[in-house]
């Protein structure tokens, strides 16, 4: 009989067939004795490590524990007969079985080995494949559980890093470059991780990814963790830089599942499939970082994504509800006596990950507060790098209410100049990009434009392609106002410029900003100029149909049907395209003679009669909101 407990804990027979453990005290009781070591555990610890308000009768419902554990363990052991798996030892009990018979035993003996004799590293690697998961993983996370867990966790990751150090200590494993690579991005605050892959690639004759994974260790542990890299790195990256590289040798080895490889944060500026994976490998090393237990360092690797964002709408909604879910756990667990800093970090993560087309009102209201919360304590703190980061939160969580785009031009100057004065390439990036949709919600395209071109430039030294996806959709945006304009360009020039535009984004890894986003801009030039809107069936609105699909059955000529559509388009989401919705609903209401939507439209749209609708996205234009304000105010009385 063994008995497992890296993963769910179980007990299975020599033939395969399962032991019936009993419910979760039974399967706790056992995990505790298999933590002991075959050391004794007094019935005093096993009951308060059972219950942390231990009941009246504790100590009987622990011998009916250990009473079915012994007869499901020994179901033939004859009566009378002392049990020999679990007995009793003077004022508690202990379990009496070899320690190759207990997966976690076997695990520890064969990293010892391995760390003593390199030749014993293929037990190690048996060893390893008999996790299922993290140890003890169906008991509740009691502080023994909690302790051992991680403990445990740590041996696993020194583990994964010896063996690989083994393999290409002899010129093996020339599959190591992708299983090193996922474990750094799953782990990257460890520093021999790192080492390692670099190796790896040099050894696989990739000189110049050696260097750069070096300098990406050196920026992850100093400037994002706040951890001093050791001298190993720095010998290593001389060693690499002299000498040539040596090709494989000898089969390959495993190390982990294989996932793409770079580190998260600076993938997410390179757009396309890069960010996706980006998103991907970020969760997964939060996740790792909540395994390991330590809270400040899960703080660390949750607020050190702090890469700009321009965009309410998430790109996977998902996913950014389980980092603010992450965030909202470790601050919580941290507390209020924790560094300021850190705080600061994860509530500028979960106003910037709650994005405000997403949200139900609650939601919204403890983004909102979290980024005002991030914003003071940042400034209290006087990081400007912390001050940028959660002034984008604040910027995302300014969506409250159409006709602020004047509020978010302040918030956009001042990242810029905190960007400017203390060399934060990105936030510039992010500064002016915010102060160019400002500037094209209140229809100054020329400094909207001068903003563009500013973006532009510096997203050459920041290596960030994706400014310029941005940038040509104001380009197209500008086209399409300049073709209501006397001796302007043509309607269609405009359309193309779209098209142009949609073909970039379409591939930029932004499902969040692409998903309607060329449908609603072709509706708004056929709105400035008079036309019906387009009906091809083809055109995936996304989450904008609710309020364009009155407008493509007027086109169709379907009244009653548009007026259906009109009564049942909700209210908008408080985001870059709420102005835009707004005058959507208000020029159906107009067309349909519906005087209560016109109204309600009225309403919200009198603060914004100075903006232009949809222009606040910087990427397309429906003309002023005043001309559909003036409408719907006339139709509503």
């Known amino acids: 009989m063994r008995i497992d407990v890296l993963g769910a804990v179980r007990a299975v027979r020599d033939d395969g067939s399962p ?22 555990v007094t019935t005093d610890t096993l009951v308060d490590d059972l219950w942390a308000e231990p009941p009246a009768r504790a100590v009987g419902a622990l011998r009916t524990f250990v009473a079915a554990l012994r007869r499901a363990l020994e179901p033939d052991r004859p009566p009378r007969t002392p049990p020999r798996v679990i007995v009793t030892e003077g004022p508690g009990y202990a379990l009496r079985l070899p320690r190759e018979d207990v997966d976690v035993h076997r695990f520890e003996d064969a990293l010892a080995r391995t760390r003593h004799s390199p030749g014993a590293v293929t037990e190690l690697s048996a060893a390893l494949a008999a996790w299922r998961g993290p140890a003890y993983a169906d008991l509740p996370d009691s502080p023994w559980a909690h302790r051992e867990r991680t403990r445990l966790e740590e041996l696993r990751l020194a583990a994964l890093e010896l063996r690989a150090r ?109 960010l996706i994976h980006s ?64 705080r600061a970090r994860l509530l500028a993560t979960i106003a910037v990950e709650s994005r405000t087309a997403d949200l139900a009102a609650a939601e919204l209201s403890r983004a909102r507060q979290a980024a005002h919360q991030a914003e003071a ?33 302040g918030i956009g100057a001042e990242i810029l100049d905190l960007a400017t004065r203390h060399g934060l390439p990105n936030f510039a990036v992010l500064g002016r990009l915010v102060r160019l949709q400002s500037a094209s919600a209140l229809g100054d395209l020329d400094t909207a434009a001068a903003h563009a071109t500013a973006a532009e ?83 995936d609105w996304g989450p904008y149909l609710p309020w364009t699909r009155p407008h493509m059955l007027l086109a169709q000529g379907r009244d009653e049907d548009a007026r259906t559509a009109l009564a049942a388009a909700p209210e908008p989401p408080p985001d870059h395209m709420q102005e835009a919705m707004w005058c959507l609903t208000a020029d159906a ?49």
């Open 166 to 274: 083994i393999h290409l200590d002899a010129g093996e494993g020339a599959d190591l470059v992708a299983e090193l690579g996922a474990h750094v991005t799953e782990h990257p605050w460890r520093e021999p991780a790192w080492g390692l892959l670099a190796r790896a690639l040099h050894r696989a004759g990739r000189q110049a990814d050696a260097l750069s994974t070096l300098r990406r260790a050196r920026t992850m542990l100093v400037d994002q963790l706040g951890l001093d890299p050791g001298p190993d790195l720095q010998r290593l990256e001389t060693e690499i830089l002299n000498g040539p590289a040596p090709g494989w040798t000898g089969p390959g080895t495993r190390l982990g599942p294989r996932t793409t490889v770079d580190l998260a944060r600076t993938l997410a500026l390179a757009g396309g499939d890069a």
């Open 19 to 40: 032991v019936g453990l009993g419910g979760p005290r039974h399967r706790e009781v056992l995990a505790r004795l298999v933590a002991a070591e075959g050391r004794l």
């Open 457 to 539: 430039q510096l997203a050459v030294s920041t290596e960030a392609p994706l400014v310029a996806v941005l940038t040509a959709w104001f380009r197209a945006r500008v086209t399409a106002t300049r073709s209501t304009e006397p001796d302007g360009p043509a309607p269609a020039a405009a359309a193309e410029q779209y098209r142009a535009a949609e073909e970039a984004l379409r591939t930029a890894g932004m499902p969040g900003l692409h998903r309607g986003l060329f449908p609603l801009a072709l509706l708004g030039l056929r709105l400035l100029h008079d036309r019906p809107a387009p009906t091809d069936r083809h055109l």
């Open 589 to 637: 209401a107009v067309r349909l003679d519906e005087r209560e939507a016109a109204a309600r439209a009225t309403a919200v749209l009198r603060d914004a009669q100075a903006e232009e609708a949809g222009a606040t996205s910087g990427m397309l234009t429906l003309g002023p909101v005043a001309r559909y304000l003036a409408n719907a105010a006339t139709l509503a009385g």
């Open 377 to 409: 304590l940042a400034r209290e703190l006087g990081d400007p790098a912390l001050l940028a980061f959660a002034l984008n939160g604040v910027f995302l969580q300014s969506f409250t209410r159409p006709g602020l785009a004047a509020t978010r031009d």
């Open 279 to 342: 998103r991907r490998d970020r969760l997964t090393a939060i996740h790792a970082a909540e395994r390991t237990g330590d809270l400040r360092l899960t703080a660390r690797i949750i607020g050190a994504y702090d890469v700009p964002a321009i965009w309410s709408r998430a790109d996977d909604p998902e996913q950014s509800r389980a980092v603010v879910a992450a965030a909202e756990r470790t601050l919580t667990q941290l507390g209020p006596d924790e560094p300021a800093e850190l």
